[in-house]
């Protein structure tokens, strides 16, 4: 078994962030949290500046990672997984305000996107697991401890309540962008002008611009060909996050299974090879480009009709070879011609 990750690469000559117009040497700090490795990019006149800069981020996100995990029992999650289903919880303003994000685009969605998949990812195998194959009595039995509709938000009294026993949220596909949202807003605060936050390379934030430049060039990966790039683009004060089916997979009698699931077949999205949405917010895009890989090219091109700021790039399947769908997609897309259906499902 092994895993491939999509990650976002810094274009050559297009990285850096300036702090002041002496400091001249990019550095990059990394942090580990919420499964994942956090990697901020900035210029700064010394390490230990840009060791300063970054330790107001970092601790924001291992706050976050401490509130929303669902792998520790002590998170505000963990609370709400465990006792939601017994009576309406309590919960603080912030974790409030977050399930309100997520179930929206639930809703907006049509349940592409839906944050209930907790019990759901344990029975595939993909909670703290590289995936297993479950049994047709184990997938009906997930069906009642699924869905965005069971759950309620009283937002007079700030509760959560699961109205299904067995739900369970699973934060996987929108917390980190929520994340990278909070420590942005902590560079902000502290006057960081332009930097480059990314989360596992899966989801990134470009805060402003480096010195001299327009925007951050980003490039976008070949599913399953890291070293291959399909697109860069150019990103200034917007989010960028790609979903991609080999970052957690199994293969069983020749078929893959990857760890994004669709909520209405209970098992594996196959809607997409590979998604990448860029949004104003991390949330938005980290969210969205899990929906738009469940939903598939045509009814992701109808969903963002109705959001003129967010952009897709949807690649999928053909008969012989990889195709793309570019949805208000700011530059060209390259190279699919050169990579066989068959390699990216081996994830070669």
């Not at 309100?100 to 907006?108: F, G, H, M, T």
């Not at 989360?199 to 990966?221: D, R």
């Not at 939903?295 to 070879?321: D, H, M, R, Y």
């Not at 700011?330 to 050169?338: I, K, T």
Request: glycine share 8%; proline share 5%.
């Amino acid at each position: 078994m092994s895993a491939a990750r999509a990650t976002l690469a810094i274009a050559p000559g297009a990285s850096g962030a300036s702090l002041r117009e002496d400091a001249v040497t990019l550095y990059t700090s990394l942090h580990p949290a919420m499964g994942t490795e956090y990697a901020l990019y900035l210029y700064a006149s010394s390490c230990e500046e840009a060791e300063a800069t970054a330790k107001p981020a970092f601790d924001e996100i291992s706050r976050i990672d401490e509130l929303l995990s669902n792998y520790r029992e002590g998170s505000e999650l963990s609370r709400i997984n465990r006792e939601a289903a017994l009576a309406p919880v309590t919960t603080d303003p912030e974790v409030f305000r977050f399930l309100e994000a997520a179930l929206q685009w639930s809703k907006r969605s049509g349940g592409a996107f839906d944050m209930t998949l907790g019990k759901l990812m344990k029975t595939w195998g993909f909670f703290g697991a590289s995936g297993a194959l479950p049994s047709k009595a184990e997938i009906a039995e997930a069906q009642s401890q699924v869905g965005w509709w069971n759950v309620r938000l009283d937002s007079e009294q700030r509760t959560v309540q699961f109205l299904s026993p067995g739900i369970e949220f699973d934060p996987g596909g929108i917390g980190k962008g929520y994340a990278v949202d909070r420590a942005i807003r902590i560079l902000r605060a502290n006057g960081v002008q332009a930097a480059l936050l990314s989360s596992g390379g899966s989801t990134i934030y470009a805060l402003g611009a480096p010195a001299g430049m327009a925007a951050w060039k980003i490039q976008v990966p070949a599913p399953g060909r890291e070293a291959d790039t399909v697109s860069t683009v150019e990103l200034r004060d917007m989010s960028l996050s790609t979903a991609n089916r080999s970052q957690k997979y199994f293969v069983k009698n020749g078929r893959l299974y990857g760890s994004i699931m669709d909520p209405l077949t209970l098992s594996p999205s196959e809607g997409a090879v590979q998604t990448t949405v860029i949004a104003p917010s991390a949330l938005d895009s980290d969210a969205l480009s899990n929906a738009v890989f469940v939903l598939g090219p045509e009814e992701s091109a109808s969903l963002l009709e109705k959001f003129p700021q967010i952009s897709a790039l949807v690649i999928s399947t053909g008969k012989t070879a990889l195709r793309h769908k570019a949805i208000r997609w700011p530059a060209s897309v390259a190279g699919l011609n050169r990579m066989s259906r068959t390699n990216e499902e081996e994830g070669e």
